[in-house]
């Protein structure tokens, strides 16, 4: 990576860092409702994969833990945010809700709240870029505990026999809602699960955005470059529980200082200090700077937004009438 | 006007639709290279090859689930989901997908997918191959269910459904596959919301649909040739949503209501007919509605007891007698 890039991506990784503890704090004042799963320890795997694709050009599909996937992909942090605020001006209007953000714009084709249910979604966005003729691929970040899903195994197959471009990444964080992986999978290394189907697979460090970057970059050109289906694992660690509801009782906290010490940012940010390119007061200011912009921009702008209004509540369910009379009722507009 | 066979009729509206726009494709097992169980895809693959007409693994969630993502980006999939038994696994990514994308997007994502079953009770194929999901289906806010009785409407709905910008479940008949009817020789949209008036009548209306309809169109003509009972049949070719004002309209012209359905009668067609009757027209009613429905059993394997357990037009006549206090 080109030193510049990685002073962004530092900049971005504090900024998905900053706004996902934001949204903690909110959750505790009950401004944001429902479930809320945080993505805090994993930020190197969506960057590293993201620096490697064209954020905007591809798409993306995600399940539940998907705040940081949409922002990387184009998503206003404000949209984002307004959407866990249930506001009309969030991503989807309010209707959706943290683990359902969506920004077609931005290519970010969603977050999905069934476990392994975007495997075949993201094979089937890969079938329509096949059909179409595009240079884009479709990208589908999913945990290890997904892998567990009759679905996955379907969507390998197919993927493979239609020589679709999608690229699985497998955040391995190593637990399944409060479960281990050791004590639901069989194989802890999911990529050797993938050798079964003639799928090219790989698994590298997912703390290190600069690791997640190098080998996103083969995944991601074997895939553009018409070579079918690639699953990149990485090895990461999520810090907070899988939603606010756990205590976290099933780890210990021995287990989750010796992760903390290999967190994703202070790598860069001590690689980039050790160069020479930045210095411990920056990045301090840095940090300051970005609960500034999320507290006066970001919630700010959730907080003043309207609320969705109650006769719309039956927007949304079905196409516009207007648009498809003709089906409806074998009559012309 | 043609006479031709239900599975012809859906064959000529894949074919138009597939013909007309690149971004229509089919899959499902069987449906390339073998020509379809029901031949309903018969000479596509020859025609428009593997890219567009996908003979699936036997993977119904994943396959559904694919068609899904493929329409987030325009592409028009038709499924075919051989037996409506299979639909279970493929009912995560109908209805979690498929029915709610719209919805939890905010409008921005939709899923113009088609989702074609034979469903209903063939013969003797036992517990796991006879099964009517229609209820499970039309409960399902954000899809859409219609389902054919005849040739032409298995063409137009079709046809229409393929248009269409929502998700629509088409629920066919394994028995009904082979059935003559006049189809249009132009082209014809049937429309996906409405019922139709398949016989008008005065006394007592019978509600069907799919193969139902059949029970109750000849139910009509022996109540009228033997009993002097003038009976409506009403076709409700679309499940969701139901025609609110066609039931409300019929119901309150004949004061007599009787409802055939296939599938068992808990949390059923009939039970949905009878509710709106109440909400629309209660008023109206002469006499309480009646279900004629299957047995509450998973289907027998034995012919008699299978036949025991499915209704047919006998079981309508008997329901309107009773119904008019002659049995």
Known sequence: MKIEDKKRVLREMVLHRRFEERCYQAYIERKIGGFLHLYPGQEACCNGVMEAARPGHDYVITGYRDHVHAIKCGSDPKAVMAELYGKETGSSKGRGGSMHIFDAAHRFMGGYALVGGPFPLAAGIAKAIQLKGGDEIAICFLGDAANNQGVFHETLNMAALWNLPVLFVCENNRYGIGTSIERSTAVVHQHKRVAAYNIEASECDGQDVEVVYEHARKAVDHVRSGKGPYFLELMTYRYRGHSMSDSRGYRTREEEELWKQRDPIFILRDRLIAAGELTMEAYEALEKETDAYIENEVIKFSEESPEPRVEDLEKYVLADRASQQQWLTGQAA | ?327
Not at chain 2, 55 to 73: H, M, N, Q, R, V
Not at chain 2, 155 to 184: C, Q, T, W
Not at chain 2, 242 to 249: N, S, V, Y
Not at chain 2, 282 to 306: G, K, W
């Open chain 2, 1 to 327: 006007m043609a006479q031709i066979m239900l599975w012809e009729a859906i064959q000529r509206a894949h074919d138009e639709e597939m013909a007309r726009d690149p971004m229509v494709i089919c899959m499902g097992e069987d449906i390339g290279v073998a020509g379809g169980t029901y031949k309903a895809t018969k000479g596509l693959f020859e025609k428009y090859g593997p890219l567009r007409v996908m003979d699936t693994p036997i993977s119904e969630g994943g396959f559904t689930g694919l068609a899904i993502g493929a329409s987030f980006l325009g592409v028009r999939p038709i499924v075919e989901i051989m037996s409506v038994n299979f639909a279970w696994l493929a009912m995560d990514q109908m209805f979690n997908s498929a029915a709610k994308i719209r919805y939890m997007s905010g409008g921005q994502l939709e899923a113009p997918c088609v989702f074609r079953s034979a469903g209903g009770a063939a013969h003797q194929l036992g517990a796991q191959h006879s099964a009517r999901m229609e209820k499970v289906f039309m409960g399902i806010a954000g899809l859409r269910v219609v389902t054919p009785s005849n040739p032409k409407q298995a063409y137009g709905l079709l046809k229409s459904a393929i248009r269409s910008n929502d998700p629509v479940f088409i629920n066919e008949h394994e028995l009904m596959y082979n059935m003559k009817g006049e189809v249009p020789d132009s082209e014809y949209f049937h429309p996906l919301e409405g019922s139709d008036i398949a016989r008008s009548g005065t006394d007592v209306t019978l509600f069907g649909y799919n193969i139902s309809v059949h029970w109750c169109l000849k139910a009509a003509e022996i109540l009228d040739k033997q009993y002097g009972i003038s009976a409506e049949v009403i076709d409700l070719y679309s499940l969701s949503p139901l025609d609110r004002a066609g039931i409300k309209q019929s119901v309150s012209k004949t004061h007599r209501a009787v409802i055939a359905e296939e599938d068992e009668a808990p949390v059923g067609v009939g039970a949905e007919i009878i509710a709106i009757i109440n909400e629309e027209c209660f008023f109206e009613l002469d006499a309480a509605p009646v279900r004629v429905h299957s047995a509450l059993v998973p289907q027998p394997y034995n012919h008699t007891l299978e036949k025991a357990a499915i209704p047919d037009h006998e079981d309508v006549v008997k329901a309107v007698l009773k119904l008019f206090g002659k049995a």
